[in-house]
């Protein structure tokens, strides 16, 4: 079966992220799936329109071996707010899959009770609101089955992470070439 992720993206997620995301792991042969909340058209924190491949409510969350979560102000507010989005998460940690999140989407993890005791981290102006985890400046942190990253500028070396533990080393090391990164 391929290696398969899923990226949540609601209105007002941070473009660069996203975008990083979804590139690098489309290189790396797995198979993503954008997923929106309530319209296959989702706005980002600057305007950019996207069209998902899915609505929230159409994914079943045992197919997928990731879900990765991208930061924005406005987008982790819609994504924090959503129950089907707390579900998704709550199923992928009951079923031991990877859970990714950038920039300030730990604190959609942070509400529904995900980083007790977790080494993680975020956006620096979102660190005293993950009052569960512990908080380290590293750019990108993996606690098992969690990689938490902090912003736009560490976008790209959160998606190698996540290329790394999805598919290998090697692979990761074929993109950077591939990339000049």
């Known amino acids: 079966m391929p290696t398969r992720a899923l990226i949540l993206l609601a209105d007002g997620f941070e473009e660069i992220e996203a975008i990083a995301v979804i590139d690098l ?7 993503l799936s954008t997923v929106s909340l309530e319209l296959k058209l989702v706005t980002s924190a600057r305007n ?18 990731m879900l990765v979560l991208p930061g924005g102000g406005e987008g982790v507010k ?5 129950d089907h989005v707390k579900s998704l998460i709550k199923r992928f940690d009951a ?27 975020s956006y620096p102006s979102v660190a005293s609101d993950l009052k569960s985890a ?18 736009p500028t560490t976008a790209i070396e959160f998606a190698l992470s996540l290329v790394e533990l999805l598919k290998s080393k090697e692979v990761r090391q074929s993109i950077e070439k591939a990339i000049d990164y």
């Open 78 to 82: 819609n994504l924090k707010e959503n």
């Open 134 to 151: 512990q908080w380290s400046d590293e750019k990108v942190v993996v606690d098992g089955k969690l990689v938490t990253s902090q912003s």
């Open 95 to 121: 079923e031991g899959k990877y859970i990714a999140a950038i920039c300030a989407a730990p604190l959609v993890l942070e509400e529904i009770g995900l980083l007790k005791n977790k080494k993680v981290t």
């Open 25 to 31: 792991l489309r290189r790396a042969d797995i198979k």
């Open 48 to 65: 950019v329109v996207l069209k998902t491949d899915h609505l929230i409510e159409e994914i079943p969350a045992f197919d997928y071996d």
